[in-house]
């Protein structure tokens, strides 16, 4: 019996067909968000502590800088942030592939502009919350979702 991830025209699963893919992400994503600040927190007072205490009198750069980095880097290595693989969640892209270095890198600048301009923020809430696959803003633009990691199995 073929299933949605061994079918080799396999694509981003139908919520319809396959809601599991999708169960709870958005409050997931909620979890490892909050995670992947922790870890980045961590990280940046590190990094204060390496750089003499220099570091601090550009904290918010040095933070900006370390999380681009660490989102940019872990989506490129495994299609999810730290946070992600702690809720089993993945970001696969619209023909249900893992993550390359340039779609987590245009993932993460997407993240980046939605933090930085409120309203996209919300737009990017408000279609997680009512959209069939719960994708945000940069998801829809790049045609990417975040699915269950125990789904796939």
């Known amino acids: 019996m073929q299933t949605a991830m061994t079918d080799q ?8 067909t396959h809601p599991e893919f999708y169960a709870d992400t ?9 995670a992947d600040v922790i870890a980045i927190s961590v990280l940046t007072g590190i990094a204060v502590v390496l750089t003499a205490f220099i570091g601090a009198f550009f904290l918010p750069l040095l ?22 693989r702690l ?13 390359d270095t340039a779609t987590a890198f245009l ?13 996209l923020q919300l737009v990017s809430i408000v279609l997680m919350l009512m ?23």
């Open 87 to 99: 809720t089993s969640l993945e970001l696969r892209t619209r023909e249900g592939q893992r993550f």
């Open 131 to 153: 959209s069939s696959r719960k994708q945000g803003l940069t998801d829809h633009v790049l045609g990417t979702a975040a699915i269950n990691r125990a789904a796939v199995s």
């Open 63 to 84: 933070y900006a800088t370390i999380s681009f980095l660490y989102r940019w880097w872990s989506l490129a290595a495994r299609s999810a942030t730290p946070g992600m």
């Open 26 to 34: 958005v409050a997931k994503r909620a979890v490892a968000w909050v």
């Open 9 to 16: 025209s396999w694509a981003l699963p139908d919520p319809d």
């Open 107 to 119: 993932h993460t600048l997407g993240y980046f502009l939605s933090v930085a301009i409120f309203p």
